[in-house]
T-cell receptor, first 119, second 112 residues
């Protein structure tokens, strides 16, 4: 199993350009998440999905859109990139996202990240 | 508002030393606490998850403890190795919701 993969690994954008980050998981997980990680800020949740066809806002959703058309894929879109969106973006997935049984089903599996620089 | 703090921000130790990483949280009403490892340029890997009803969890050379009343968790690493060099993050689930509150991490360097 490849686990969670992210495409691309690195991207440079100019202000106002658009792009889509792709996350794919082959573990048949229901839940998927997009985070951004910034120095001194810790990880922050952008959007998440509780299943195919569903999406929900996290802590910092402004400026981003997401789609979960297929269970294994979770796309993060930037319609008009801004320098404030320069960050490292991580995708994660989990079987569950609340306490079920032993709780191990909550464990989130992370992708390797996408480094985005917006000039 | 739940806040998670990790001290120290960075730690350098010689190989073989036993060490403790600290995580504190401001609201004791947590659902669970998790420890993750992040290697440079890579994603995060879950190490241990402690439910609020538990006091500790162990995996190999790692032992995580939880004291809700004092708002603290520690990650104990026994007989540290250079391969343990990474950033260790803790995250708290505040209630049965989908939100994790993250610390900024402790950057650990284990020197041969």
């Amino acid at each position: 199993n490849a686990g969670v993969t992210q495409t691309p690994k690195f991207r440079v954008l100019k202000t106002g350009q658009s792009m889509t980050l792709l996350c794919a998981q082959d573990m048949n997980h229901e839940y998927m998440y997009w985070y951004r990680q910034d120095p001194g800020m810790g990880l922050r949740l952008i959007h998440y999905s509780v299943g195919e066809g569903t999406t929900a806002k996290g802590e910092v959703p402004d400026g981003y859109n997401v789609s979960r058309l297929k269970k294994q894929n979770f796309l993060l879109g930037l319609e008009s990139a801004a320098p404030s969106q320069t960050s490292v973006y991580f995708c994660a997935s989990s079987i569950e996202n609340r306490f079920v049984g032993s709780g191990n089903q909550e464990t989130q599996y992370f992708g390797p990240g996408t480094r985005l620089l917006v000039l | 508002k739940q806040e998670v703090t990790q001290i120290p921000a960075a730690l350098s130790v010689p190989e073989g030393e036993n060490l403790v990483l600290n995580c504190s949280f401001t609201d004791s009403a947590i659902y669970n606490l998790q420890w993750f490892r992040q290697d440079p340029g890579k994603g995060l890997t879950s190490l241990l998850l402690i439910q609020s009803s538990q006091r500790e969890q162990t995996s190999g050379r790692l032992n995580a403890s939880l004291d809700k009343s004092s708002g603290r968790s520690t990650l104990y690493i026994a007989a540290s190795q250079p391969g343990d060099s990474a950033t260790y993050l803790c995250a708290v689930r505040a209630g049965n919701n989908r939100k994790l509150i993250w610390g900024l991490g402790t950057s650990l360097a284990v020197n041969p």
